[in-house]
């Protein structure tokens, strides 16, 4: 049912147009009004409609119009009077007014109405597309930022391993061989040469496991589900947690790009695991639907936190792991759930459609 407020001083005329549109089957509720306070108690629940006189005593169509502008009213208003020159019909339509109909001619008015609700429709539709599409555009701006950000943290991070690490490997290795040439005993030389292999062998440790979370060769010798099973024990190697694979449906053949993505957020998700969660086990769950289709889960039997709590107040050193999880998803059209609760382990969830 149509809520409809009558901006009108005289019954008779209002009653005229609750005939009208009753003849035409319109099912409305009609409210007459007469001020401009009685307006605004209606507009605190604002109806479906309203139509407005030109001019009453004390009031008129451009107060209230002025009104509907000034609170920012999502409301159309139709003048109903009897005839008035062309010059204040065009200034009605400047000020807001979405159509006229003289009172001699109010056969009219259920198909005014009608075309008036289905415009505003179309406008609330226009304007709820228009706001999707800029949450959309922010939303893309965003992850552009953080991944740009990501890339940034990861090349960091892969500076400070081959320093830190691969970087001292060998500068002990160059040390150790300086000195075997500079020492003239057999025995020295041999101690030195053993302590160079010794660190050679770390080295080339390190580039493996460099190599392997940069990307598994795994992935394209054997495919996705043997990359998974090398991630996993790799992750979970010296912790004491025990780790198993579950599969449902069939193997996917060859490797899709978000293969690649759905390991990097297994690794990440096993870093946590590992590190934080003190489980004694751990299950990836992988479901195929075909090719592209994939749901990961990734459950452990740890301490478990509170999702809401690590989340909130936006990115920070604490959780930005778990936002990490969601920027990788979000750049193969997936998505994130996590299920956590303190004491009860944790369950992560990526969907790829």
Known sequence: MLRIVCIEDEEDDVELVRLSLARAGVDAELVQVADEPGLLRHLAAPPDLLLCDYSIPGFSAERALALLAQGQHDVPLIVVTRAIGEEAVVKLFRSGAKDYVAKDKLA??????????????????????????????????????????AQERERTLIARDLHDGLGQLLTGIVIHLHAAERSGEAEQVRRFNERATALAQQ????????????????????????AVQATLERQLENTG??????????????????????LRILQEALTNVARHARAHKAVVRLHFFGTERLVMTVADDGRGFDVAQVLAGGVSEKNLGLYGIAERAEL??????WRSTPGRGSVLQLFIA
Request: charged share 25%.
């Open 108 to 149: 009219l008015l259920p198909s005014v109405i009608e075309r008036v609700l289905q415009a505003r429709a179309l406008e609330r539709e226009r304007r709820r597309t228009a706001e999707q599409l800029r949450q959309a555009y922010d939303r893309l701006r965003q992850l552009s930022a953080r991944v740009v950000d």
């Open 203 to 226: 080295a080339v440790e390190q580039v493996k496991t460099l190599s392997f979370n940069l990307r598994p060769a795994q992935l394209d010798l054997l495919g996705f589900v043997a």
């Open 241 to 262: 947690v025990q780790g198993y694979v579950r599969i449902r449906g069939p193997h996917p053949v060859g490797t899709h790009p978000s293969h690649a993505v759905a």
């Open 332 to 337: 193969v059209g997936g998505r994130i759930r």
